[in-house]
C-alpha cells in the first residue's frame, strides 16, 4: 500500500502544480471556469497559490512525512470546496468528476500518512 500511496502522492502533485500554476498565470482556461462558478477572480489567484504550495508540500513529504500530511490535506479541504462549488451551480457529474477523483485521492493519502 506504501508504494500505491507514493503513487496518488506524485499524481496529486503533478496535477496541483498544473492547476495551481494555470490558476496564479491567469490561463484562459482557469479565468472562465471561476466565471463560470460565480467565483471572484482573486479567489483563483488564492486558490492557486494554496494549490502550489500543497504541491510543493506533497514533493517534500517523500522524505519526512509530516509535510506529505499537511499537503494532502490542504487539498482534502480545497476538493471539498471545489465540489461544493460545482454542486452550488448545478454542474454535471462530468463537469464534477476530477475534482471528486481528486479529493478521493487526497483523502487516500491523508488517512495513509495520518495513521
Known amino acids: 500500500m506504501e508504494i500505491l500511496t507514493y503513487i ?3 499524481i ?3 496535477m496541483f502544480l ?3 500554476f ?3 498565470t491567469g490561463s484562459k482556461m482557469h479565468v472562465e471556469a471561476f466565471n463560470h462558478l ?3 477572480q482573486w479567489f483563483r489567484f488564492v486558490t492557486g497559490i494554496v494549490e502550489l504550495a500543497g504541491a510543493a508540500l506533497l514533493i517534500v513529504g ?3 512525512s509530516t509535510f506529505a500530511t499537511a499537503g494532502a490535506l490542504i487539498f482534502a479541504i480545497t476538493g471539498v470546496g471545489g465540489i ?3 454542486i452550488r451551480v448545478k ?4 463537469d464534477t468528476v476530477m475534482i471528486i477523483f481528486l479529493t478521493i485521492l487526497s483523502f487516500v493519502v491523508l488517512i495513509h500518512h495520518f495513521i
Open 8 to 10: 496518488f502522492q506524485g
Open 12 to 14: 496529486l502533485a503533478v
Open 18 to 20: 498544473f492547476a495551481g
Open 22 to 24: 494555470g490558476k496564479v
Open 38 to 40: 460565480r467565483l471572484p
Open 62 to 64: 517523500y522524505w519526512a
Open 84 to 86: 461544493l462549488s460545482h
Open 91 to 94: 454542474d454535471s457529474f462530468k
